[in-house]
């Protein structure tokens, strides 16, 4: 199958890297970055784009842009890995849209337009006889879109919980570890590039409910929005609060919580003794699933990274390709 | 409660034993021999704190042994929920906050500490809520969380077992 690949940051580059080095039959017809495009229809040389992204910071042509790829060229499978806008979803929003429009498959890490139009995007894509593959829109490497729909299918979720945000949780962890504040932790998570230049949208528990609304639309159809969620960051948290949770053998982690029956959704600063499973450390991801049959499932990996985020757009890609090829 | 043992050497360790062992805490025990009465029993009088469905496990276990159970005395089922209080809690007024869940009447302040790094820098809290039974909990809690919206403070709750 054809893939055609919209941005070209750490996602981006992982995700070309994986494609140029692993056997999948999947070939790459036409990559953009933001501001030049290439499009090759018997595939592009892939090594060969990466080094001249490289060097000269631009993969293609001028004259050609992102959009020019999803309306005209010849590709089965769109993934869309550009920077995310929480509040509009553009542009990813638009690409995608094209694309599902023309019957094209799409894989995306992008939270954005997951978050903010899922039930329109799914509705699209299935009148297509397509699918829409967003594994890496919530927890980076772990398979939670995949656990939930098909690991755990038949499954009653109780609840679905866990610590969802990487830079959170590693200035949590630093501030009980070596007692800094959380001013020192955030300091040292920004200058070991765990923390945007504005880290809003994770310290105040944003990124985390955007992933909880994800869950909530695409798994539970429960059509929700970010004005849902209970949200609270962790930039009140003291390093005091930490010491005093501390006394009881308890520590303090940013949760995030999801109780399907009710559409009851939480992001909150909690209170978790120290030797519970949800402790993780570092930018470390861990999600906890409650259910009635299974009992009790939690899965821990790394929540980004390219690669780790490339791994969960490769295996929305290879599901695409052994369920949905209509070549073989 | 109130008890009636034999009045021999070991009965009284027998009775309080199996408190211990069924995970118990014997607060104050008295027993007194009322001079010129002269009986071959003893009545003690026990006040203790027991895990959650308990009380009734001892009984069996005193019914067994032989050990009369006069009175079983008022029932109190005692749970405990410690939360976190994060902001400038002494100016609005720690004590009013206090005494809004002491004045609910089935909830009460257990155990309070303060961390006040600097003067103007937010303080932080630990607060341990009392209360006989979860729903009580729940609504002690829910109490707490109005005040904190009210009062600007931040509050950090267990992450409990689904009820």
Not at chain 1, 127 to 136: L, N, P
Not at chain 1, 176 to 189: F, H, I, S, V
Not at chain 1, 256 to 269: D, F, H, K, N, S
Request: with cysteine; hydrophobic share 45%.
């Amino acid at each position: 199958m054809k893939v055609a690949i919209l941005g070209l940051g750490a996602v981006g580059r992982g995700v070309l890297e994986v494609l140029a080095t692993q056997k999948t039959g999947l070939v790459v017809t036409a990559v953009a970055d933001s501001k030049s495009a290439v499009i090759e229809s018997e595939g592009i040389d892939i090594k060969a784009i990466l080094a001249q992204k490289k060097d000269s910071g631009i993969c293609g042509d001028l004259t050609l842009s992102a959009a020019d790829i999803v309306t005209t060229a010849d590709y089965d499978i769109l993934v869309e890995v550009t920077p995310t806008d929480v509040e509009t979803g553009e542009p990813a929003l638009s690409y995608i849209k094209e694309a599902l429009a023309r019957g094209k498959h799409v894989v995306t890490s992008n939270k954005g337009p997951i978050a903010l139009h899922y039930p329109e995007l799914s509705q699209i894509a299935s009148t297509k006889g397509v699918v829409i593959g967003f594994e890496a829109t919530v927890c980076g490497a772990i398979p939670i879109i995949q656990t939930l729909r098909h690991g755990l299918a038949g499954n009653d979720v109780r609840r679905v919980f866990g610590v969802l945000n990487g830079t959170c949780n590693y200035i949590l962890t630093r501030m009980a570890d070596e007692k800094l504040t959380y001013a020192q932790a955030l300091l040292e998570a920004r200058e070991l590039g765990y923390a945007e230049a504005d880290p809003t949208y994770d310290i105040k528990g944003i990124d985390a409910a955007i992933k909880l609304v994800i869950l909530a639309n695409a798994v539970w159809n429960l059509n929700v929005s970010l004005n849902d969620v209970d949200c609270a960051g962790i930039d009140q948290v003291t390093t005091e609060a930490i010491a005093l949770a501390e006394e009881e053998d308890y520590t303090i982690r940013l949760i995030a919580e999801l109780i399907p029956a009710t559409g009851q959704m939480r992001v909150a600063p909690r209170l978790l003794p120290r030797n519970h499973t949800l402790i993780v450390q570092h930018t470390l991801n861990a999600v906890a699933v409650e259910t009635d049959l299974a009992g009790d499932i939690t899965l821990i990996g790394k929540g980004a990274g390219s690669l780790e985020t490339a791994s969960a757009i490769l295996s929305d890609l290879i599901f695409i390709r052994d369920f949905y090829d209509r070549s073989t | 409660m109130n008890l009636e043992v034999l009045d021999k050497p070991g009965q009284l360790v027998g009775a309080l034993q199996p408190i211990s062992e069924l995970g118990g805490n014997i607060i104050s025990v008295i027993h007194e021999r009322e001079p010129g009465v002269k009986s071959d029993t003893l009545d003690v009088q026990i006040m203790l704190e027991l895990p959650e469905d308990m009380l009734s496990s001892l009984l069996e276990i005193y019914k067994v042994n032989n050990v009369n159970v006069v009175r079983v005395g008022e029932e109190r089922l005692l749970i405990r929920r410690s939360v976190i209080l994060i902001g400038h809690l002494m100016h609005t007024d720690l004590s009013d906050t206090v005494d809004r869940i002491d004045a609910t009447g089935f909830a009460e302040v257990g155990e309070l500490s303060v961390l006040m790094p600097a003067i103007n820098e937010p303080s932080s809290a630990k607060i341990t809520v009392k209360c006989d039974n979860l729903d009580d909990i729940e609504k002690a809690l829910r109490i707490l969380n109005e005040i904190a919206s009210e009062k600007g403070f931040m509050i950090i709750e267990p992450l409990e077992e689904l009820a």
